[in-house]
Structure formats: C-alpha cells, structure tokens
C-alpha cells in the first residue's frame, strides 16, 4: 500500500499544471525513513488525492509523478497502457517504421525511464533500457512484462539491454551496473549490430550504421539528432550539387563524430546527387571512429579518420576554410552548475574553431546537449565565437530534439538539445 504524504498549502499550484515533481521543501512532512523507490500518494494540504508516483527520501526531487489517478495501480496494466500511447505517438509523428526513442521519460509520462527502440538490418529489433531512478528500478519486473506484452508475436526477435550504468544513478542510492544483455534473439551480437535509421530526405534509401550497444555511450547511439539530420540535410543537397559543377568532392568536418551519424547521413545525400564526398571524422575513441569510419563508408563516402582530444587540438591539427559542412556536436560541457563557467569556456573555444574551419559560403552545425546550459547561454556563446572567429555568420534554422522526444512545456527540464545552423561568409 502507497503511502500518503501532504503538500504544503500553496505547493499544490505548479503540480496542478502539470509539473512532474515535487521538491522535499513543498512538502508538509520530512520523506526521512521512507523506502528509495516506494510508491507515494500525493496529497494536498487538506488531504485531497492528487496523484500516485514515487518518493525518494534523500533526494531533493522527493516524488515523481506517475499518474494524475491517486487509485490507480502501477502493474503491468498500468505499463502497457503507458507503452501503447507512446508507440501510437511515433506512429503518428511518422517515426516507427526506424529506430527511434520508445520512452523519453516525462515526456511519455514515465519518469526515470528511457527505452529506446532499434530496428535492425535483419528485421529484428532492440530494446534498450535505462533506470536512472530508484522507483524504476523497483518497477523493471513490470516493465519488462508489459513490454514483451507490447512486442506480442515479434518477442521472438527482440533482444533486451540495460544500460544502467549512468553516474546518475549513484545520486539515488543505486548500483550503477554494467551494461547487460537481458534477452539476445537469434544471431543478436550487441557489440557489431547494424541498426537502420530514417533516411535524411525524402526518396532516399535508410542509412545503416553500425554500433556497439554494450562499450558504446548511453543507449549505444544518439537518437536525438533525428530532426536536425534533416535540417543540415537540405542544405548538404545543395553543396553538394554546387561542388559537382564545380568538379570536386563535397568536405565535411565531423568534430565529436562518435559513430559518425552525421558524416554517413550526409554522405547519404551527397551521393544521391551523384557527388563524391570526403568526411573527417574526429573523435578521442578509436573504436568510435572506427565504427564510424565503416558507417561512412557504407554510406558511400571517403573516410579520414582523426583521433584527437578535441577541445585542444583542433586549432593545430585541422586545416582552416577547408570544409564545405562543419558539424560541432560536443558532449555536454556542463553537467552540473558548478561546470557552468568552464563550461561555456570550452563551448566558445571549440565553436570558435570550429568556424574557421569552414570555407565560405558554408554551412556549419553547432549544437549542445547540456540541459543545464540553457539556449539564451547558448544564443550568447554563439554571438561571442561569431565576433571573435571572425566569420560573419547567417543563423539560417535553429533544431532541438526529434519528435521521438516528446517535450512539455510546463516541464522545461526535459528540454536540453540546441542546434543552430548557419552560413559562413
């Protein structure tokens, strides 16, 4: 049985717009002595049920909202619902039919949880799961019942990991664990899977990249990028129909390339339009770009693989106005507040060279994933390194997440990803 805890009078006003948590100082008594993890009914100050969700007694984020519903149980029932509306969501914002994220969290109304959902080159499909909390932890049993639930025939095919090894976890109080294969269907190897991503542009074939679920970051790829692929897309098509006339392969820079989405999806478009295209990956892990190399050159492209610490490198070891595209997509500098100020150092810096590094009338990509750097610092950053290159610069679009990563709006934490793209004189 849940048990009760009452807000403090006035405290009830953010929760009742939809906000889905609740800090330790709104509440009318201490959550000390509570299990991490265990269920909560949310009250207000006069003892009305607002909600269920999860509480954590040492955590500034005491509770977490699961359902509005006070007397609704969070049983396999309760998760299936949850998987089928946020499947039916990708089918209408037409992004099932590829890999894409399943559960984005309080965007799905799910807090603690990420699934996201590869497709494989041979039909089959993956699942890969990450707890960031203790609730969720406590309610995986259920989780991964309704989702075999959800799968129905293709369970068969489908293989099962957790990547619950953020450092995040430690803040709650949990192991963080190795990556692990729960469930392996046929002929899955989780180090070398070949997963199939939306084509950038319309009437192209899907680009397939390799990836290593288990020693790769996060869920083994970035899925976020999806939309601003597409943006940067429609722009490449055109370079690279301009660098054909003109005799010439198309130059893309792909600066903390990872596996390389970027440089293979462009690579996708560039060959479309019948230009050769070279990509330089860049990135400090050489099996990173080792996997990238291959999704590059899968794609069609020339690969030139650089392994380098970016942020120090940069300025001596790659050529300057060299590069038809410049993609600057860096980890997140700032993970905490206290990482604010060096941070937006190392954002100015990279950033800055990174523009040099584009040849005129170029296109460049620079984006950010720190939730905590918000898009006025973001903004800021950008106006600096534009006066200080200095390469005037036309901002032409702006992106943020694909929408496999529903966003609220009365929720802003759950909004981190920027991307601004622009035109180098």
């Not at 040099?356 to 720190?370: I, M, W, Y």
Request: proline share 5%.
């Amino acid at each position: 049985m849940a048990m009760r805890w009452l807000l403090k009078k006035g405290s009830e006003k953010k929760f009742r717009f939809g906000h889905p948590w609740v800090f330790s100082s709104e509440l009318a008594q201490s959550p000390k002595g509570v299990e991490p993890g265990g269920l909560i009914e949310l009250r207000d100050f006069q003892g009305n049920a607002l909600a269920v969700g999860y509480g954590h007694p040492n955590s500034m984020i005491s509770f977490r909202l699961l359902s509005l519903d006070a007397r609704e149980a969070i049983d396999v029932a309760f998760f299936e619902k949850r998987f089928a509306n946020a499947y039916q969501a990708r089918v209408t914002a037409g992004v099932s039919e590829h890999s894409h994220r399943f559960i984005f969290a309080e965007g799905d109304f799910i807090p603690g949880l990420i699934i996201d959902r590869f497709l494989l080159e041979d039909s089959s499909q993956v699942f890969v799961l990450q707890s960031s909390t203790a609730g969720i932890d406590k309610l995986l049993p259920v989780v991964m019942q309704a989702l075999e639930s959800h799968a129905g025939d293709r369970w068969a095919k489908t293989s099962v990991v957790f990547a619950n090894d953020s450092k995040s976890r430690a803040m709650e109080g949990i192991e963080v664990q190795p990556k692990t294969v729960m469930k392996a269907a046929p002929g899955f190897k989780a180090d070398e899977a070949v997963i199939v991503l939306q084509p950038p542009i319309d009437g192209l074939k899907p680009t397939l990249m390799n990836v290593d679920f288990i020693g790769g970051q996060k869920t083994g790829f970035f899925l976020d990028q999806r939309s601003n692929v597409q943006i940067a897309a429609r722009s490449v098509r055109e370079l690279a129909r301009r660098a054909k006339a003109e005799g010439r392969s198309l130059k893309v820079l792909d600066l903390f390339c990872y596996v390389g989405q970027w440089g293979a999806q462009l690579a996708n478009v560039a060959r479309s339009e019948g230009c050769e295209i070279e990509v330089t990956l860049v990135d400090a892990s050489a099996k990173a770009l080792e996997l990238a190399s291959k999704n590059v050159e899968r794609a069609g492209g020339r690969a030139v693989a650089k392994k380098l610490d970016v942020v120090d490198a940069l300025a001596s070891e790659i050529e300057k106005a060299a590069f038809d595209v410049v993609i600057c997509d860096p980890p997140a500098f700032v993970k905490k507040k206290k990482d604010l100020p060096t941070g937006s150092q190392a954002y100015v810096k990279v950033n800055r060279e990174a523009i040099r590094k584009t040849r005129p009338a170029g296109l460049f990509v620079s984006c950010s994933c720190s939730g905590l750097f918000n898009e006025d610092e973001f903004r800021d950053m950008l106006t600096k390194v534009a006066t200080t290159a200095p390469r005037p610069v036309r901002w032409i679009a702006r992106g943020s997440h694909g929408p496999d990563h529903p966003q609220r709006p009365e929720f802003p934490q759950g909004t981190y990803l920027k991307s601004w793209f622009g035109l180098v004189d």
